[in-house]
């Protein structure tokens, strides 16, 4: 639209056009995922941990004792331990962590496989905490026309501590708009035929490269606590049905292949069996030969490449085990990028 600065400040009613020029008419697809800190100084890390970890969505509890917790011994201790862990996974090349170059390449690789599709498409990436956020990607499309938008969190699993409170942000950056753009939201793919495939055919591939045969063959997700899942969080359920379909596709038995949850934070129970506590176990249990999988992560990241790769590779060799491998997520590879596509395209569905 265009402004017609002649009918501006005019007495009586005001032309349509007489306002200032706004884009419209494009359809934004906007992928986030959770977020990363800016850089593994002290301060970086308490900014990002500060603004993660006070989401009620991530942390529920609003005791005081929680409240000492934090801030005198979280936000003190935790970013100089995990600015550690970061810095010895960090992108240095580019100066940023994995997560935010993957998810960045995801963007670029989607909106390059959808050149042809329908030329009013733009797509964008965020993050829910730390940088570029979801707000300013929201915005990136606004200025470029788009008043429909496409949201969609790389989660394949839903939980209220990641889905949901992404979501938060987006609606929370809408109403700061006046015309706001018309928002979908795309549905968590945890049973998605194409995701299902693309995980295992991406776990068959990087089998088929290794110098040995996994005795066992852990899933792990990312765990949630135990209170979330009694109060009716669905990410269980979803990542029990992620792993059913997968050894189905796999022609694995349940020893074979088996569901784990990783990333436990603080003294409360989170979902079991534990991924450490497995580990540890079949290594001293005598098997020599493990791999794990992290289906629930859409890219790799700080929980992926140090808490499973090295962390876990180092338990189960110290309990006796021989042989260990980290699957890779399935990033911005041929069969990630074919997930993404798919659950975008048929999300856009009626609106190109
Ligand atoms: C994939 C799903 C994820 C769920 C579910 C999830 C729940 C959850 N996480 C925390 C606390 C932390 N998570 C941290 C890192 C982190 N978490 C996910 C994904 C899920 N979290 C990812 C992808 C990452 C890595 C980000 C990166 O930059 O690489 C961290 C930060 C690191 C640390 O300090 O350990 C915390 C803290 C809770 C409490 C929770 C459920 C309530
Ligand atoms: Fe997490
Ligand atoms: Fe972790």
Redo the contacts with the bound molecule.
Sequence with gaps: MNNDASSAGGTGSPRPNSHPPIKSGRVGVLIA?????DATDFWS?RR??KE??SDK????DNSLTWKLVFNGIILTF?PR??GR??AS?WNRERNE????TITRSQSEKLAASLVGVDDRIDVAWGMRY?NPSVGSAIDELVAKGCDRLLFVPL?P?Y????SATACDAAFRHLMTMRWQPTLRVAPPYYDDPVYIDAVATSLRDALGTLSFKPDVILAS?????QD?FDKGDP?YCQCAKTVRLLRAALGLDEAQFRLTFQ?R??PAE?LQPYTDKTVEALAKSGVKNLAIVTP??????????E?IAVENGDIFKRNGGDNFAAIPCLNDSDQGMRVIREVVLRELKGWV
């Design positions: 995922n959770l977020g990363t800190p890390m990002y941990l993660f970890l969505r991530v942390i529920e935790r331990a995990k862990d970061y996974i962590s994995q997560l935010k730390g989660y699993q939980a209220a501590a990641t997700f990312h765990g949630i606590p979330y990410y990333s934070f603080g989170w629930g992560f859409s890219a790799d990241c700080l929980e992926t490449l808490e």
